[in-house]
């Protein structure tokens, strides 16, 4: 599913940037990196959780997910 539009997502997302160098919106670099940083954390964050539940439910109760 990703795969059929991520390149719609990876344009939206360098049009933000376009649009933040067309019209000088101050401050607008510095918002979109962190707000993309900060996505990445969350999703590092989330994949490490889920892996975690992954590996305590296999050596407690033996469950394979």
């Known amino acids: 599913a990703f795969a059929a539009v991520w390149h ?3 344009i939206g ?3 933000g940037f ?5 019209f000088g919106i ?6 979109m990196i962190r ?3 900060l996505s990445l954390v969350i999703i590092a964050a ?7 539940i992954g590996v305590i439910t296999r050596s407690v109760w033996g469950i394979s997910v």
């Open 13 to 15: 997302y360098l049009a």
């Open 35 to 37: 707000g993309t940083v």
């Open 46 to 52: 989330a994949v490490s959780v889920t892996y975690a």
């Open 18 to 22: 376009f649009i933040v160098a067309a």
């Open 8 to 10: 719609v997502l990876a």
């Open 26 to 31: 101050e401050g607008g670099f510095a918002y």
